[in-house]
């Protein structure tokens, strides 16, 4: 992938770069094919982050910190490497999908690891097996966009012993 030298601010909806992180949230093959997805808050974020620095694993996952233009960088994510690029409200809207971004201060383009196995590869029992030693359901979440939405997700998978 390539991405832009020494951007610092992007105030335009319609920069292609944020049009391409676009594509990646809504696309899951284009996604695949780059390699690259958005993680949207400050605490998955670190939590990726965290997880890195506990496997030590010297690759860069992160490569861009989008941020909420407010002057001012979020304490639980100020020592994540990756570039910083603050954004306006509207393409931060963008980014993330949703209509309101109260709770949204920060999005993350992430390299997916190489690691992560694609279930719709056609792989053995055995690759599934070793990823999910107690397999008896998956619950895909792909492509939700309301953040609401995934603990309602969970709880009715709970529910119903998923």
Request: aromatic share 6%; net charge positive; glycine share 6%.
């Given at each position: 992938a390539c991405f832009p030298a020494n951007l610092k601010s992007i105030t335009s909806t319609s920069n292609p770069f944020i049009?391409?992180?676009?594509?990646?949230?809504?696309?899951?093959s284009y996604r695949d094919s780059h390699g690259l997805a958005l993680v949207i808050g400050t605490t998955l974020i670190r939590e990726i982050h965290e997880f890195q620095t506990l496997k030590r694993e010297g690759q860069k996952i992160i490569e861009y910190l989008f941020l909420l233009d407010k002057g001012e960088l979020l304490e639980?994510?100020?020592?994540?490497?990756?570039?910083?690029?603050?954004?306006?409200?509207?393409?931060?809207?963008?980014?993330?999908?949703?209509?309101?971004?109260?709770?949204?201060?920060?999005?993350?383009?992430?390299?997916?690891?190489?690691?992560?196995?694609?279930?719709?590869?056609n792989q053995s029992d055995m690759h599934c097996k070793r990823w999910f030693?107690?397999?008896?359901?998956?619950?895909?979440?792909?492509g939700?966009?309301?953040?609401?939405?995934?603990g309602t997700l969970l709880r009715s998978a709970l529910a119903f012993k998923w």
């Amino acid at each position: 992938a390539c991405f832009p030298a020494n951007l610092k601010s992007i105030t335009s909806t319609s920069n292609p770069f944020i049009k391409h992180c676009v594509k990646l949230r809504q696309n899951s093959s284009y996604r695949d094919s780059h390699g690259l997805a958005l993680v949207i808050g400050t605490t998955l974020i670190r939590e990726i982050h965290e997880f890195q620095t506990l496997k030590r694993e010297g690759q860069k996952i992160i490569e861009y910190l989008f941020l909420l233009d407010k002057g001012e960088l979020l304490e639980e994510i100020h020592d994540i490497p990756g570039d910083k690029v603050h954004v306006s409200s509207a393409v931060m809207k963008k980014l993330a999908g949703v209509q309101s971004i109260e709770s949204i201060e920060a999005v993350a383009l992430v390299r997916i690891p190489s690691s992560v196995l694609n279930l719709n590869d056609n792989q053995s029992d055995m690759h599934c097996k070793r990823w999910f030693p107690h397999l008896h359901r998956i619950l895909v979440l792909e492509g939700i966009q309301d953040p609401g939405n995934l603990g309602t997700l969970l709880r009715s998978a709970l529910a119903f012993k998923w």
